[in-house]
């Protein structure tokens, strides 16, 4: 029997192993990442099956890695799957880096082009808005010293809790306190990715524990793969 035929035996063993270990471990937090580690391993074993039976070929074959990221407290780990760049067997990847600024106004359409603006797309749900922050009042060019997704305890919604240096922790907390008295919509800020908008909370006072949350444009936006993706684009090359 060959392999276009054959069962994928080596994913299934890993799945199995996988599910054993979670059950046995009683449910810890570590649970769901384990167990869609290995479901999706075993639907990447299946779907390449599949390919090869139809005669499509694979020139090679993704390495996966799994990071473990322990939490400072050491009572919870969290799995992240690192995808290699090309050619290497690790995470060489730059970080991404984050800016945060103040925003001067939020109108409700898309911005017009070449205006600098962050443009939010409309959904099914909301309206396109157009947001527009002071890059030289704003924090630029921020390297993150942490970043984890996770689930919210409060909504089940994903979110990405970024942990800032203490230099910028002391920069960010100045920074929300400048903007916490001021009318909506100037008592927010935006966080900025890679030129995209990813978030726009809005404060009532100073932050001074250097961590915020990123949830996407609004609340819900996150799915767990983009969150799990940008914690690690925020957090390579560590």
Not at 17 to 43: I, K, M, T, W
Not at 75 to 102: D, F, M, R, Y
Not at 134 to 149: F, I, L, N, Q
Request: a neutral charge; charged letters at 15%.
């Amino acid at each position: 029997m060959n392999d276009s035929t054959e069962h994928p035996l080596h994913e299934t063993l890993l799945h199995d192993a996988l599910h054993a270990h979670v059950r046995e471990s009683g449910g810890n937090a570590a649970g769901p990442y384990l167990v869609g580690l290995a479901d999706g391993a075993l639907q990447v074993a299946r779907r390449r099956q599949r390919l090869a039976r139809v005669g499509v070929g694979i020139a090679a074959a993704a390495v996966v890695a799994t990071a473990w990221v322990a939490v400072a407290d050491g009572a919870t780990q969290h799995a992240h799957v690192v995808q290699p760049a090309a050619g290497g067997t690790g995470n060489t990847e730059k970080a991404a880096l984050i800016s945060i600024l103040p925003v001067t106004s939020s109108t409700e359409h898309a911005c017009t082009h070449g205006s600098g603006g962050y443009t939010v797309h409309a959904s099914a749900t909301h309206p396109a808005f157009c947001i527009r922050a002071d890059r030289a009042r704003g924090m630029t060019d921020v390297r993150v010293t942490s970043a984890k997704a996770e689930k919210s305890t409060i909504d089940g919604t994903w979110q990405v809790e970024v942990t800032l240096s203490s230099a910028d922790r002391t920069r960010f907390a100045a920074l929300t306190g400048s903007i916490a008295a001021a009318p909506s919509p100037r008592n927010g800020f935006a966080i900025v990715i890679d030129g995209k908008l990813w978030g726009n909370p809005y404060v009532t006072s100073s932050i001074t524990g250097g961590r915020l949350e990123i949830v996407g444009a609004f609340v819900g936006d996150l799915t767990s793969a983009t969150a799990h993706d940008l914690a690690l684009r925020l957090d390579a090359g560590r």
